[in-house]
């Protein structure tokens, strides 16, 4: 899966990501400090979904209608960077099978 990570995301769940066989590029990396907007502008200019902490992309997407690729809300407050890093895994592989159902009925 191709994702875009904002620079909000704990390194560690990049890194999960990564070992996990997604192509993920990571905002702090790459251009840290760069507006939401132009964030959510990379990730569908590269056909990426967003995988973000920042609900002002919630903002952007829906209320003021930006067109979005994807976005992944990851909201886990209060729990360590390991259990985050295993419920993103497993919401991951919800939405691998997810995307395989829609695309096999799409085919039909």
Known sequence: MRLLADECVDAAIVARLRLGGHD???????????????????????????VTADTDFGELVFRLRRVAFGVLLVRLPGLPS???????????????????????????
């Open 24 to 50: 993920v590029m990571y905002v702090a990396g790459l251009t840290p400090g760069v507006t939401d907007d132009e964030v959510l502008k990379q990730a569908n200019a590269d056909e990426r979904i967003l």
């Open 82 to 108: 390991a259990n985050k890093r295993m419920n993103l895994t497993r919401r991951r592989a919800q939405m691998r099978r997810e995307h395989t159902a829609r695309s096999s009925c799409a085919r039909r």
